[in-house]
């Protein structure tokens, strides 16, 4: 029952934005196209003025920071989930950031999953260990598989599992004929550990 003074009790359903000026299905099918289908926004527009639509990019931008604003919580919950579980694996790469001045910087994007299972990204400005920091604060693993990061596993008191360093173990030992199969190394030491000479060698597995 609804209060016919003060119209208590009253809801309606949330609208959609406004600034959009797009149905949803026309926004996710942009967002599909360039996160699956790997076509970058600046085909998609011009794909649009085959159409005779005009779009700018910065249109279709917009359209895709609305987007990540709404699965937010759902990255929230699956980063959380990644840093409750034993491993972590994490990688970074460059990519080009222009500032509001139109000069370009390097930024990191770093991932962050679990084998065979969910991977979450994370912006970062610069490549220093406070990101990775705050990604990984309060984490409960004890390993993380990385290509190099023994320095921010120290500061995270992990232990790192370097696979590159496994690598050339593989390589060594194919070039030496000593085995007719892959062996199962993987190459683990503490973070307490500073130099490489300290490091215990690999361990053969199974």
Known sequence: MVCQRCHAG?????????RLKAEVSVIADVVVKKYVE??????????????LIPLSRQTLCDWTGWCSDQVEPIVQAMAKHICAQPLIQSDETPVRMQLANGQMETARLWAYGLPWAEVVFDFRTDKSQQ???????????????????????????LWNCCMWRAWRIFVAASSRRARTRPWPWICCWPPSRNSIGSRPGPRRRG
Do not use: I, W
């Not at 390993?143 to 190099?148: E, H, N, R, V």
């Open 131 to 157: 990101g990775p920091k705050e990604f990984l604060q309060g984490t409960t693993a004890r390993f993380l598989q990385t290509d190099g990061a023994a320095r921010m596993c120290r500061s995270l008191r």
């Open 38 to 51: 790997h076509q970058p926004l600046y085909r998609q527009q011009q794909g649009f003025d085959r159409l």
């Open 10 to 18: 009253v809801t309606s359903a949330p609208r959609q934005d406004n």
